[in-house]
């Protein structure tokens, strides 16, 4: 049974910066790309980057330049490196991957930018 876990969202001022982690158990780690996306109050969710299992990363336009995309496979965690903040990025960030034509979320963890 694949099951991701987020942990480190929570409130900070614009400019700030969050670090968020994921864990994963249930499937061969490094094998398999890992993703964030968001999902902000009334919009829908999005993509915001993505790590193959041998490093190659990929960011949404909206977020190149501030956040970082990282994994460990021994430790088998992703990370999502966020700084310079803004109200905008208030959201909730799932973890995801797709495992043998099954796409697997998180339950996700809050990050609210705000003065």
């Known amino acids: 049974q694949v099951h991701l876990v987020e942990s480190g969202g929570g409130e900070v001022q614009p400019g700030g910066s969050l670090r968020l982690s994921c864990a994963a158990s249930?499937?061969?780690?490094?094998?398999?790309?890992m993703s964030w996306y968001r999902q902000a109050p009334g919009k829908q969710r999005e993509l915001v980057a993505r790590?193959?299992?041998?490093?190659?990363?990929d960011y949404a336009d909206f977020v190149k330049d501030r956040f970082t995309i990282s994994r460990d496979n021994v430790r088998w965690t992703v990370s999502l490196k966020m700084d310079t903040l803004n109200p905008e990025d208030t959201a909730i960030y799932f973890c995801?991957?797709?495992?043998?034509?099954?796409?697997?979320w998180g339950r996700g963890t809050r990050v609210t930018v705000s003065a």
């Open positions: 790590i193959s299992g041998e490093g190659t990363t």
């Open positions: 995801n991957t797709m495992h043998r034509g099954n796409s697997y």
């Open positions: 249930g499937i061969n780690f490094r094998l398999y790309d």
